[in-house]
């Protein structure tokens, strides 16, 4: 049930805030980088810290808030699919198709969310676990590609948020259950990673989609070259360093036992 405050919710603010700070995500992600770095000499002489349960707080709330933000963005996905041709789906500008009410705010918390997620690897760091390429990148590209999308308006958007907050619903679930000790025995990780796999396969296609049809020029379509590019590279990396990632864990680790 959605309820009033999110019909009626005024998105202007925030993206207004989003295209007047341009230069805010480079600082965060810079800052990010370097206290990955210094965080990782700082624990080197340090025992690591359990943080178990507040580990598995923190899945469980970014868990939960990912399954609302899905079912507050997949309806009006599957509604805008039923309803609009495919290249609609993919042109028209978000402010008449998913950019107000609840889509819209939830796209925009989506948005914002990329900062505190950052979160993620202050775990990583003070458990002294292994900090993998894939998991920093992953932040920062995700974070710079969000608030570009978010502040030109791009008319993809949509695609993306709903597919990351179904899969990050999924897989902070699972990194939660792993936390508590209570993963089902049925409930095997490459199953999430094959949906991580699945997402970066569609966003390669959308975004090369999205491009062919600004090239062709057939239709005004609201989204920049620049957007749709820098989404094609980084969804294509995602592609490789997840395939890679499965590879590594679920064939070639299983072949050495």
Not at 68 to 75: C, D, N
Not at 105 to 113: C, D
Not at 171 to 190: D, E, F, Q, S
């Amino acid at each position: 049930m959605i309820l009033s405050f999110e019909s009626n919710y005024d998105t202007s603010p925030g993206l207004d805030f989003a295209r007047e700070h341009p230069y805010m995500p480079i600082v965060i992600v810079t800052s990010y980088a370097g206290l990955c770095y210094g965080g990782q000499i700082y624990m080197s002489t340090r025992e690591p810290y359990s943080m178990h349960m507040p580990l598995a707080y923190w899945n469980l709330f970014l868990s939960a808030f990912s399954f609302v933000g899905m079912s507050r963005t997949m309806p009006q996905l599957l509604y805008n699919l039923h309803t609009m041709s495919l290249t609609d789906n993919l042109c028209m500008e978000p402010r008449n198709s998913f950019g107000t009410g609840a889509s819209g705010l939830w796209v925009q918390l989506f948005i914002y969310s990329k900062i505190p997620e950052l979160l993620d690897t202050f775990f990583i760091v003070a458990r002294k676990k292994p900090l993998l390429f894939l998991h920093w990148y992953h932040h920062i590209t995700v974070l710079l590609f969000c608030w570009h999308s978010y502040a030109t308006e791009a008319s993809t958007g949509l695609f993306f948020v709903t597919m990351n907050y179904s899969v990050h619903s999924a897989m902070y679930g699972y990194y939660y259950l792993m936390a508590v000790n209570a993963k089902p025995r049925w409930l095997n990780p490459a199953i999430i990673t094959a949906c991580q796999i699945g997402q970066m396969v569609i966003g390669t296609s959308l975004c090369v989609m999205s491009y062919s049809l600004l090239m062709k020029g057939d239709v005004n379509c609201a989204v920049r070259k620049e957007n749709v590019i820098a989404g094609a590279l980084m969804y294509g990396s995602y592609l490789y360093l997840f395939c890679e990632f499965a590879l590594k864990r679920f064939v070639l680790k299983r072949k050495l036992k």
